[in-house]
């Protein structure tokens, strides 16, 4: 009997998504997906920007496998604007 395999998901990405990514992980900001007892998702956040202090920070949400690639994307993205308005100011 074959394996069931899943479908790729539909994951948006441009060079802003990979510029942001890039920017975080130089300045030690890190997302990772974290699963749940339940098969659903939780991001995690990893921010030691401006600080020696590791913050761990905790989405309230949960979400699919699928959600969650794209909300990793979109929160790079999110991130990579806020702290880099804050530099060129």
């Known amino acids: ?9 539909n994951v ?9 990514m890039l920017w975080c992980h ?3 900001i890190y997302i990772k ?3 749940t007892k339940k098969g659903e998702v939780q991001i ?9 202090k590791k913050r761990v920070t905790f989405s309230p949400e949960t979400y ?9 994307w979109d929160l790079y ?3 990579f604007v806020k702290y880099k ?5």
């Not at 948006?12 to 942001?20: G, P, R």
């Not at 995690?44 to 020696?52: A, D, F, L, M, R």
């Not at 308005?85 to 100011?89: G, P, S």
């Open 1 to 9: 009997m074959p394996r069931k395999t899943k479908s790729p998901c």
């Open 12 to 20: 948006f990405t441009s060079d802003l998504h990979y510029e942001a």
């Open 26 to 28: 130089n300045n030690k």
């Open 33 to 35: 997906p974290r699963g």
């Open 44 to 52: 995690e956040i990893h921010n030691s920007y401006k600080n020696s």
């Open 64 to 72: 699919t496998q699928c959600e969650s690639q794209q909300k990793i």
């Open 77 to 79: 993205v999110k991130l």
């Open 85 to 89: 308005k804050q530099i060129t100011l």
